[in-house]
C-alpha cells in the first residue's frame, strides 16, 4: 500500500528524481545514485567538481589513510538520501500537505550543493572564529550565485539561486522551526530538519561513510534502511519523526555518532594534528598573511602555501611538522574528559580560541620556569572544545495511540547523549608537546598546573 502512494504522489509532484532512473553514478559502497540530465548538468559545474579535489575528512587521513573519499562522493551520497527520504514521506500525510513540488526541487538542489562552499580544511579552520578568516558560507554564497550554477537553477530547476544560498547558510529556517507561523514557515521548517537536524540525510551519510573509509566498523553499526523506513512527519513541531518501529535504528544511529567522534573525528592524534593547523593558521592571521585565497585553492595547495608562509616564523614546527616531508605530530602528555578530570575540562572548554593560545603559552612559560624544562610557546599546545556546540540528539517516536514521545524518555542511551552536552562527552581538552618533549614532562601532574593556570 505504501509503495502505490510513493508512485502516485511522485507523479503529482512531476520530479522526474523521484521516479526510476536508467542512468546512474556508482559510489561506494555498491550504491547507484540516479541521475537525470539536470542532475549531471549542476554535477559538471567547476563549481561542483572542485569537491572531487577536496577531502571529506582532511586531517584524519593523518590516522586512518584510507580515509582520503571526497566532499564530491560525499554530496552524491546524501542526493540519494534526500530521494530516499522524499519517496518515504510520500506516504505520510503532513509531508504531502506540506510540501510543494517546488519545496522538493528545493531539498534536492539543496542536498546535492549542500557542501559546495567547502574549502580545504574549513572546518577546523573555522572552529577558531577568528576575524577575518575566510567562511565556506562566503563561497557557498558566491559560487550558488555565479552564472554557471545561477543559470541552471533557473532554468533547469525554477528556483531563485539566492533562495538555494539562504537554506544552506541557515539563514531561512531558524526561526521557523522556533515559532512556525504561516504554510511556507512550516514547509520550510520540515525541508531544514531534513537538511540539518538529529537523523538529517548529511548524518545518515557521513556516518556510514566515513566509516567505511577509516576502515572503522562503528559507523556501519545502525540499521539505515529501517531507519528511513520508519520516517514520518511530526505535525505539531513540523520536523522529522519516526514511527515506533524505527526506534532501535535511532538508537543504534546515536551511539554509531557518539563512537565516531570519540574514536575517530576526536581521535588524540587527528586532534594533535588538528591542534597543529590551528596554531599555525592563528599565527598567520596575526602576522597579517592574506588567507581568503584559500578558498579557492585545492588541499595541497593550501598545505603549501601554511608551510611556506610559516617558513622562518617560530611556529614552522607546526606547519613543517604536518606539510613537510615527515609525519612529525605534537605527542599527548595530558588529557582530561568530563568524568576523570570535571574541572580542569570545564575550564578549558568552549573558551575562544585567543584564549586557549594564550593559556598554552603560559602554560609552557610555568613549565619553563617551574621545571627548567626548554620549553618555548609554540612547543606547547592545548586543544580543547571549541566555542561551537553539536546539535544535539531531540527526536520524537510516534506510538501506534499516535501520541509522540521524546525517544530520549525511551532510551537510556539516547537520554544520556541527549540530556548531557554530547561535546562534554566525546571532547576531551588534550594537551600536547613537540616530539621529544614528552619524556621530559612524564612526571609533571598538568591536572594541578591547569587548575592553578585557570583560576
Not at 513540488?101 to 546535492?112: C, D, P, T
Not at 576575524?131 to 550565485?145: M, Q, S, V
Not at 566515513?210 to 562503528?218: I, N
Request: hydrophobic letters at 40%; glycine letters at 4%; proline letters at 4%.
Amino acid at each position: 500500500m505504501e509503495s502505490s502512494k510513493v508512485v502516485t504522489r511522485s507523479r503529482v509532484w512531476n520530479i522526474p528524481e523521484l521516479s526510476e532512473s536508467s542512468s546512474f553514478v556508482r559510489i561506494s559502497p555498491d550504491t547507484n545514485v540516479p541521475v537525470t540530465d539536470r542532475v549531471l548538468r549542476l554535477v559538471d559545474t567547476s563549481g561542483f567538481r572542485r569537491l572531487s579535489r577536496m577531502s571529506q575528512l582532511g586531517l584524519v587521513s593523518y590516522v586512518y589513510p584510507g580515509a582520503t573519499h571526497t566532499r564530491f562522493e560525499h554530496s552524491l551520497g546524501v542526493f540519494r538520501n534526500a530521494i530516499e527520504y522524499v519517496n518515504r514521506l510520500a506516504s505520510d500525510s503532513t509531508f504531502c500537505e506540506l510540501m510543494t513540488e517546488r519545496h522538493v526541487r528545493l531539498l534536492l538542489v539543496s542536498a546535492l550543493l549542500h557542501d559546495i562552499g567547502h574549502w580545504p580544511f574549513c572546518h577546523a579552520i573555522e572552529d577558531m572564529r577568528l576575524d577575518g578568516l575566510p567562511r565556506h558560507e562566503t563561497l557557498a554564497k558566491r559560487l550558488i550565485e555565479s552564472d554557471e550554477i545561477a543559470n541552471l537553477l533557473v532554468s533547469d530547476w525554477q528556483l531563485e539561486p539566492a533562495e538555494v544560498a539562504s537554506v544552506l547558510s541557515g539563514t531561512i529556517g531558524k526561526s521557523v522551526v522556533a515559532n512556525p507561523l504561516s504554510e511556507e514557515d512550516r514547509a520550510m521548517a520540515v525541508l531544514v530538519s531534513i537538511l540539518s537536524g538529529p537523523i538529517d540525510i548529511d548524518k545518515i551519510d557521513y556516518l556510514e561513510r566515513d566509516s567505511l573509509h577509516a576502515g572503522v566498523p562503528y559507523g556501519r553499526n545502525f540499521d539505515r534502511h529501517r531507519l528511513i523506513s520508519s520516517l514520518c512527519i511530526d505535525s505539531a513541531q513540523h520536523r522529522l519523526a519516526i514511527t515506533d518501529k524505527g526506534r532501535t535504528a535511532a538508537e543504534m544511529m546515536v551511539f554509531a555518532r557518539y563512537i565516531m567522534f570519540s574514536e575517530v573525528y576526536w581521535h588524540h592524534s587527528v586532534r594533535s594534528a588538528t591542534a597543529m593547523l590551528q596554531h599555525a593558521v592563528y599565527e598567520l592571521v596575526q602576522s597579517g598573511s592574506t588567507t581568503d585565497r584559500w578558498l579557492d585553492m585545492t588541499e595541497s595547495q593550501v598545505m603549501e602555501s601554511v608551510r611556506s608562509q610559516c617558513s622562518g616564523l617560530p611556529v614552522s614546527p607546526c606547519a613543517e611538522g604536518l606539510f613537510g616531508p615527515h609525519r612529525q605530530l605534537y605527542k599527548r602528555v595530558a588529557q582530561f574528559d568530563v568524568i576523570s578530570h570535571p574541572e580542569q575540562h570545564r575550564k578549558l572548554s568552549r573558551r575562544p580560541f585567543v584564549e586557549i593560545v594564550a593559556l598554552s603559552k603560559a602554560l609552557a612559560s610555568m613549565i619553563r620556569t617551574r621545571f627548567g624544562i626548554d620549553v618555548h610557546e609554540h612547543d606547547l599546545l592545548i586543544d580543547a572544545p571549541p566555542v561551537k556546540l553539536e546539535v544535539q540528539f531531540q527526536i520524537d517516536v510516534r506510538q501506534r495511540d499516535g501520541s509522540l514521545k521524546s525517544l530520549g524518555e525511551m532510551s537510556p542511551v539516547v537520554h544520556t547523549l541527549a540530556t548531557r552536552q554530547f561535546d562534554d562527552i566525546v571532547k576531551r581538552v588534550r594537551i600536547f608537546v613537540r616530539p621529544g618533549l614528552r619524556e621530559r614532562m612524564a612526571n609533571i601532574d598538568f591536572a594541578e598546573l591547569v587548575a592553578a593556570l585557570v583560576d
